[in-house]
């Protein structure tokens, strides 16, 4: 029985590899990193936890013809991710 003092044992989390493929991009970070710089501009005196809570306002109000190049860019980028993937675990293994 352990008491009050009971031991606790420590995790260690395993490094990730650099050479791993980056992970595919969301259409709204495509969205957010277009739009980012002029959000700031018009609002120049937002902290920029706020600037991140207007950018999703502005994706929010988007229409869905609107978030179409986003969302094709998003797709582009998510078949890059997985044939670099696919290659990284070829080699990998």
Known sequence: M?????????THRRKKDPNAP????SAYMFFAN????IVRAENPDVSFGQIGRLLGEKWRALTDEDKGPFEAK???????YESEKELYNATKA
């Open 34 to 37: 277009e739009t980012r710089d």
């Open 22 to 25: 980056k992970r595919a991009m």
């Open 2 to 10: 352990a008491g009050p003092r009971e031991i606790k044992k420590r």
């Open 74 to 80: 998003a797709q582009a980028d998510k078949k890059r």
